[in-house]
Structure formats: structure tokens, C-alpha cells
């Protein structure tokens, strides 16, 4: 026994080596006068730990992690949890808000839409027994899914136009350009150099006179001279208001008119009469029949996979950035993806050619029952694609 003094207190910590499962615990007593009256006072605590300690999500979806408490010197108190500093527009709960350690709850945070992109520091709060401890987290809010964007601009009389802003002659040594017929009061483009400037393909049938259009799914097939057209097998008027309206061959090369081209590839067509320019916008993926969220079922000690088609929709060569990350699963579970035959873990960089396709497949590994929450990113530039997969392992 070893007597401390401070003033006017007497600190007394008695160890005990005899007895193993005491060897970790500490008495203390203060002595409230000289004279000697003892008071214990109680050394129990918990400690607090969470996991993950970080996570990245995309605005609009939510990040899980796990708080641990664990007790020290037969601490039993309940503890109850509360966060601060959470993003705008966010909103959090814990299952369960109080437990007594040793015991674990669940924090999920959900974000929205309006959760402005960034990284966000968030703290943690648990108290019970008089006591209160402090974590911090980490949530990494990225942009909603950013569709792929292609601008191209034509302009009355110009042989060239812009595709996200690089010129280029439309019909290379022709000088073919877009006119207005007077008599419909319509603008019509050469329309081969817009479908292959889109990533689509167009076809020419010289006994039927037929242009066939595909894109993204979509089909339209002309008719030199025909004011009906057809998308995916429907017969369509090409001007409503006008059935004078029709393709017609100017140059020795086939004019569509371009708001019923535009409208039906799932283009935002713009009008400028001022400048007497037509801009057409499209927004599209890299990952093909996108979806933000999958949930799927997979056995245990199964090799669950999920194949998907990346397409690059721009007439040149791009580095995409691939990325795969769990957000809350069992700790033997494990997941990786393959591309271009070779397999990554968390991240890739890889090249793809104008207008590439390639398969991906996905791989979840189930070593026991549970849940997982994985989400698998597509990056280039300043746009970013994501889909979370919610797997149910059992």
C-alpha cells in the first residue's frame, strides 16, 4: 500500500497481485479531513470506438458505421449517443440511441439532393454515468450522378461545327452546311456527321431511299421524300404542323430536318434566331442502362457476381477512374472488379477508345450471413457515375 500526499487529501492505491482477474482494477479513497474518514470514489469508465472512420457517398444516398462502447472497471451505466455538426440538409439516427457497453449501435446518415458537395467532420457524442466522450467522423459527400454532356452547334451557311467546343468541318471537302427550306420554314442538317459525332451509327439503303438511324436504343428509320418516319417501329409524322416537312438530298447527301432528329434521340435542341445557330445537348452515361441503387440476394459462400457495360459516348480517347468501396459489411466479406481482364480491389485507370465498349463484371464474396452496402464509381473529369449495391448474403 502506497499513501500519497497532497494537501490536505491522502490519495491511498491499493494493488492486489495476488488474485488475477483484480490485477487490472484500482481502489481509490479520499480522505476527506486528516482525522481520517475514507470516501471511495468510483474509477469505472467505457472507451469509444467507430467504424469505419470515413466514407465517401454521392448526394442523395446514405453512409453507415458502427459505434462501439466498451466498458473499463465493471463500468454499466446505460450510454446515450448524439451527433452534431452534420451536413446541410442530412439527417442521422442510431439503432439503438442508448445501450450499456459492452454493446454496438448502427448511425446512418442520410444526405439528400441538396447536401452540398465536401468533406464534412462530424462528432459523436456519448454519455452516461456522468461521463461523456467525443469521436469524430468523416463524411465525403460527392456530386449526384453527373450525366456525360455533348454540346454540338450548327450555324446557318457554316460548313463547320463545334463538338463540346472543338470545330470541325461537317462534311470534310464538301462544304455542306445547314439550310432553311424556305418553303417549310424548317432547318435541315447533314445529319451523318451529328449521329457519328453522338457515337451512334446511321445506314443507307439506296433501293429504298431509307436512312436508318440507331443510338442508345433508339431506332428511326427515313424516307427520302417522305414526311413519315419511324422510331422504334411507330410510324411518326416528321412535323406535326406541316406535313410538307421530309428528308431531301442536297449535295449528293441526305438533309433531315433537325428538331424531329434531335427531339427523338433524346436531344434538348436550342434555337438561336439572333445568331441563327441550332445547338443540340446530350446527356448521357459511361455505364449503360444506369441504375443508382441495386439490391441483390446471393447464398453464402457464394461468388456473387454483376456484370456491366461501359460505353464511352465521345469521338476520342478518355481516362475513366474506376473505383469500388464497402460502406458497411460483415469484416469477412470481400469484393473486387474486373475490366479488360485484369481485377482490382478498390481502384483502376484505364483508357477507352473513341466510342469503346467493354463488359465489367463485379464480384461480391460471401463468407457468412449478413448485409453489405458497396458502391462502385465511374469518374472522368468533373462527372461522376454510382451505383450502391445493397447485398443481402444468406
Not at 89 to 114: Q, V, Y
Not at 221 to 226: A, K
Not at 313 to 319: L, Q, S
Not at 348 to 360: G, P, R, W, Y
Request: proline share 5%; charged share 20%; with cysteine.
Amino acid at each position: 500500500m502506497k499513501k500519497i500526499l497532497i494537501g490536505l487529501s491522502i490519495l491511498m492505491i491499493i494493488t492486489l497481485f495476488v488474485v488475477p482477474s483484480l490485477l487490472s482494477q484500482t481502489n481509490i479513497a479520499q480522505a476527506d479531513s486528516p482525522s481520517g474518514h475514507w470516501e471511495e470514489i468510483n474509477c469505472s469508465n467505457f472507451t469509444i470506438s467507430i467504424f469505419p472512420s470515413s466514407q465517401s457517398i454521392t448526394q442523395g444516398n446514405s453512409a453507415t458505421y458502427i459505434v462501439t462502447l466498451t466498458p473499463q472497471n465493471d463500468f454499466s451505466s446505460s450510454v446515450s449517443l448524439s451527433v452534431s455538426n452534420l451536413p446541410p440538409g442530412a439527417t442521422c439516427s442510431f439503432n439503438p440511441s442508448s445501450l450499456t457497453p459492452k454493446g454496438s449501435s448502427t448511425l446512418t446518415i442520410n444526405t439528400s439532393s441538396s447536401t452540398p458537395i465536401g468533406t464534412y467532420t462530424i462528432t459523436i457524442t456519448a454519455t452516461g454515468g456522468g461521463i461523456t466522450h467525443t469521436e469524430n467522423i468523416k463524411l465525403i459527400v460527392k456530386n449526384i450522378n453527373l450525366a456525360v454532356k455533348i454540346v454540338i452547334t450548327l450555324q446557318l451557311g457554316n460548313p463547320y461545327m463545334t463538338v463540346n467546343g472543338i470545330m470541325q468541318e461537317i462534311d470534310p471537302g464538301r462544304g455542306t452546311k445547314p439550310v432553311i427550306i424556305p418553303k417549310w420554314g424548317r432547318t435541315v442538317v447533314p445529319i451523318r456527321a451529328i449521329v457519328e459525332a453522338l457515337g451512334g451509327t446511321i445506314g443507307w439503303d439506296g433501293t429504298e431511299r431509307k436512312v436508318t438511324i440507331n443510338f442508345e436504343g433508339t431506332t428511326i428509320e427515313l424516307w427520302i421524300d417522305n414526311p413519315k418516319a419511324r422510331v422504334n417501329g411507330q410510324s411518326k409524322w416528321i412535323d406535326n404542323g406541316n406535313h410538307d416537312v421530309k428528308p431531301i438530298i442536297i449535295n449528293s447527301r441526305t438533309m433531315a430536318p433537325i428538331r424531329f432528329i434531335g427531339e427523338n434521340l433524346g436531344l434538348q435542341v436550342l434555337w438561336d434566331n439572333l445568331e441563327r445557330k441550332v445547338t443540340l445537348i446530350y446527356s448521357g452515361n459511361f455505364i449503360l442502362n444506369y441504375k443508382n441503387e441495386v439490391s441483390i440476394n446471393f447464398k453464402v459462400d457464394e461468388k456473387g457476381l454483376y456484370k456491366l457495360k461501359l460505353k464511352n459516348p465521345f469521338n476520342k480517347e478518355v481516362k475513366i477512374i474506376l473505383t469500388l468501396d464497402s460502406i458497411n459489411k460483415p469484416r469477412s466479406w470481400f469484393s473486387e472488379f474486373c475490366v479488360k481482364n485484369i481485377c482490382f480491389f478498390n481502384e483502376a485507370e484505364i483508357d477507352l477508345k473513341a466510342h469503346e465498349e467493354i463488359n465489367l463484371e463485379i464480384y461480391f464474396y460471401i463468407k457468412e450471413r449478413g448485409f453489405g452496402e458497396f458502391i462502385f464509381c465511374l469518374k472522368y473529369l468533373d462527372n461522376m457515375e454510382c451505383i450502391k449495391f445493397n447485398i443481402n448474403g444468406g
